[in-house]
């Protein structure tokens, strides 16, 4: 594949995050938001929840554009938890030497137009991600600092194959100036089918391999800087007219369209990772050291059951069938309890994520990792495909949301603060972040936290981002919109 | 839970299969259709294709219902493909001892007006199955005889808690003589959540286990019976107002509702199931003796591709990513071809089904087996949520038919037939069953076999069932129709 050196690849990622704590008397960081945050109430909260660390908001003040304004609070921090938030800024020296002035063959040389705008922008990833930690704060702050950067190597990887498929299915003038290799004629199964791999498969090997390696490197790099631990990590980034949100966790990504829920993420815990984990286990016996049972029952087996006939679900089975218990069977399940109390291996109660390296069963030398996997789920929305108000929006939060609060009752929250609000007001998007916090974090009642209807509060940190996807379409045209572009004009 | 000695328990199947051949002068198979299998163009085709044995037709003659006549109807069998079908006769003889006359506690004890008809025939099990047999007759035939008992049995191994939930689920009247188990205030951990397991999931592990256990026993037996080979296995059975298609293999299911077609199993070769290969070579590497490669590439590593970037896929990807080419991806990959020529590991092309036991990779020691499964897809459908007409059948084929005919084109071959025949014609299934093997097999032009399109016809084994859903409905009354039955009373 040939290439000119003329180009740069545009695909673009922000290397800062500023962190601002509510005490700090940082003029970027609005007043408005600022002075919600230094409550009474924040103050109490964290007295109460023993949290150490100040109350934090990490926003990217120095490079956002208004629409990306600050969208994104979090509460609570005893700083295991970490959120980026990235926009569009074009400093080429925020790439990396040698990957940010790699060049493509085939673009237009004169990007002067509108269009040619466009061209620049397309190739721009903006990032928000949420990095929950637990057992220490290493892996999370390991994860902000240089997942982006990782990611945007992995989609510069595959930068040939992208912008081959742009030529393929773009604007038609650009089609012509890309090179095909010249068709020869070999033998079928020699023959490159690589061709028929879309874009979006190419983005999602990105993000997958990405996640990979940033765990790899956890790993690798674990002793030398002491790092602690591990965090879930739930990734959305807006590239070429699409959002990708890729999750590893227990973190949760949702898309208000139009007073319609779109989920964007599953929940990766034991009990919805069960079949996954009784497979390894099933598959590699040696993993659980003789101590846990792989097979699923609709109780836990005592040895009063020895003998008896009970339902059973082994790891291939989507069906339940009946088996006579054995002394094996009442060994602890390898998945144990129920919602959010499920625990792996009595041990954890997220199953994929970054870090816990060194992880064991408690008392024993069982390894958690093998079962523990770093591998994201990508989701793809076309932001193409709908024309967006600006209250359709994108919600990411850690468990700490969603454990009080289900999809919809989060929807309406952000849509009431968002109505309340003029579409031109800067902090809209923030306001609705923060208001999702706050009902998650609930009032002080009685000595207690609790929700609007009583029930308890959230104990848990809490993140939020709230991003509107007119934005996103902005930042990242598609070829098809250009392409509508050029029949138009 | 307590068991009354007083009612049978009426899960049941046939055990008898009638072979017919073409050239048979059995009375009891239908004139019309055997002059059909006599013509001039079956018998050149046997020769065109050197098809040693005659062509059969394998039809339970003795107990069909008038519904369910015959509907099926297979052609050039070289004797390795069997096809089985079973209507409701309630001969208890049938049963194997010590099954048939198990019993069920709160079932009413009458069962002789209209509405205890429909209880007694809501547990009978009406069966169909296509086996598709390779390398020998022996997995299929054993599959012909046994597996409807082993499902049988499994079933039976499950009645007390499909009588439980029957009782909960069905008839009020009948939910009082149901008796529950004291509510004991057992810990959360232990106690009993086995009532929030449906009726599907007891039917579908009913399913899983038995063609596990089938399987097993093909391998425990090979050596005394001489059990060649292996074959594919296709379920239907209604039970209890739905229908339930097992697949192991690359036979297919579809159902026409009112015009529509609805898919009823996919099919298991090795470019549908690569996630499940890759996995599994990944996971234990040296099933794969250092011969072949689990990762995927679009085309056929070389020797001249090492140190070269190329697109691969790992087992846990869904997207692509780029690797440098090394000496170990030129290995032999774990799956290769193109369609229906892909095999795994350069041996078999379906990655389900019964035997195969001995099986090995050309001139190795290399198993087949741990990659080839007996585990069966199982998809559902609820014949009390719809209406039926007529023509709303079920369509069961061998590859043989799905070859050369899309779901679309099978489903328009039968209508045309059916809607050319009487509703009260008792040929009119079998007659579109038929007309599905003539379009299949194709017609004798130019020395070749050819498609009405002109392409080529089937050269495999061609196997078709038509079974009118109205019947299934009628054979299997569920607890809905019941309690609207009792509702109306």
């Not at 790899?216 to 990734?235: D, K």
């Not at 919809?408 to 031109?424: G, I, K, M």
């Amino acid at each position: 594949m040939q290439m000119s050196p003329t180009q740069s690849c545009r695909l673009h990622t922000p290397d800062d995050y500023v962190f601002v704590s509510n005490n700090d008397e940082n003029d970027d960081y609005p007043s408005q938001i600022r002075n919600q945050c230094q409550s009474n109430d924040d103050n109490q909260f964290r007295r109460d929840h023993r949290l150490l660390s100040p109350c934090q908001c990490e926003v990217d003040t120095k490079n956002c554009s208004v629409e990306f304004g600050p969208f994104l609070h979090q509460t609570n921090s005893d700083s295991h938890q970490t959120g980026g938030v990235a926009a569009d800024y074009s400093d080429e020296n925020a790439w990396p030497d040698g990957v940010a002035r790699e060049s493509l063959h085939g673009v237009p040389q004169d990007l002067d137009s509108e269009n040619d705008i466009n061209e620049k922008e397309r190739w721009l990833m903006t990032y928000f991600a949420v990095f929950d930690g637990h057992a220490g704060t290493g892996a999370a702050l390991m994860a902000v600092n240089l997942l982006h950067h990782i990611i945007q190597r992995h989609l510069c990887d595959v930068r040939e194959e992208l912008m081959r498929r742009e030529a393929v299915t773009g604007d038609p003038h650009r089609k012509s100036s890309w090179q095909c290799e010249p068709m020869v004629d070999l033998p079928s199964p020699y023959r490159d089918r690589s061709a028929s791999i879309d874009v979006d498969s190419l983005v999602i090997g990105a993000l997958e391999t990405a996640f990979k390696e940033m765990d790899e490197t956890i790993g690798r790099e674990r002793t030398t800087y002491q790092i602690q631990g591990g965090c879930t990590a739930l990734v959305a980034i807006v590239f070429n007219g699409k959002l990708y949100v890729a999750n590893a966790g227990d973190s949760r990504a949702i898309i208000n369209l139009k007073g319609k829920v779109i989920p964007m993420s599953e929940d990766f815990t034991p009990l919805h990772e069960q079949r996954r984990l009784q497979t390894l286990a099933y598959l590699k016996p040696e993993l659980l050291h003789n101590e846990f049972c792989h097979l699923q029952f609709p109780k836990r087996v005592t040895q009063t059951d020895v003998g008896r006939s009970m339902l059973y679900r082994d790891a291939d089975m989507t069906g339940w069938s009946v088996k006579t218990i054995t002394e094996d069977d009442t060994k602890f399940p390898l998945v144990y309890g129920e919602g959010k109390r499920a625990r792996l291996m009595a041990t954890i109660g997220v199953t994929r994520g970054f870090g816990d390296h060194d992880l064991t069963v408690y008392d024993t030398s069982i390894r958690i990792k093998p079962f523990l996997i770093p591998l994201p789920q990508v989701k793809v929305y076309d932001l193409t495909a709908e024309s967006h108000e600006p209250n359709d929006v994108l919600i990411l939060g850690s468990d700490g949301l969603w454990d009080v609060m289900t999809n919809s009752q989060a929807q309406e929250t952000v849509l009431q603060t968002l109505l309340q609000l003029d579409d031109s007001d800067q902090l809209r998007y923030m306001s609705a972040a923060f208001q999702l916090v706050l009902a998650a974090r609930g009032i002080r009642q009685d000595e207690m936290w609790q929700l609007k209807d009583g029930s308890q509060a959230s104990n848990d940190d809490i993140t939020a981002f709230v991003v509107p996807l007119c934005a996103c379409v902005r930042l990242s045209p598609s070829p098809r919109n250009d392409l509508t572009v050029s029949d138009n004009s």
